[in-house]
Nanobody, 122 residues
Framework: QLVESGGGLVQPGGSLRLSCVES????????IGWFRQAPGKAREGVSS????????AYADSVKGRFTISRDNAKNTVYLQMNSLKPEDTGVYYC?????????????????WGQGTQVTVSS
């Protein structure tokens, strides 16, 4: 089971770090992706990471601002979000798929967390 945490309210330009913890399996066997969904919009891929952590992918809208990483010993994947903008607001989900690496399409993942709300507003 994937569980996200770390969301909250932050001012524009601020930072948050999201965590995605797997409670029942070895997270190191799963490629992980972060997705977000704003009200009235489709869920979009933000970033993904391979099982080893060597390969990563980012949506153009977050490149240079967000960093994905993982600590397999802690069964945790992180999303460090810096220079946050109001358009980053939404519910952030982590998703997992058995295998080495997946991209930013939601259809590539079978397992999903419940999401954590991120609101960027002054």
């Amino acid at each position: 089971q994937l569980v996200e945490s770390g969301g909250g309210l932050v001012q524009p330009g601020g930072s948050l770090r999201l965590s995605c913890v797997e409670s029942g399996r070895a997270l190191g066997d799963y490629a992980i992706g972060w997705f977000r969904q704003a009200p009235g919009k489709a869920r979009e891929g933000v970033s993904s990471i391979s099982t080893s952590g060597i390969s990563t992918a980012y949506a153009d809208s977050v490149k240079g601002r967000f960093t994905i990483s993982r600590d397999n010993a802690k069964n945790t994947v992180y999303l460090q979000m810096n220079s946050l903008k109001p358009e980053d607001t939404g519910v952030y989900y982590c998703a997992g798929q058995y295998g080495t690496f997946r991209g930013l399409s939601r259809h590539e993942y079978d397992d999903w967390g419940q999401g954590t709300q991120v609101t960027v507003s002054s």
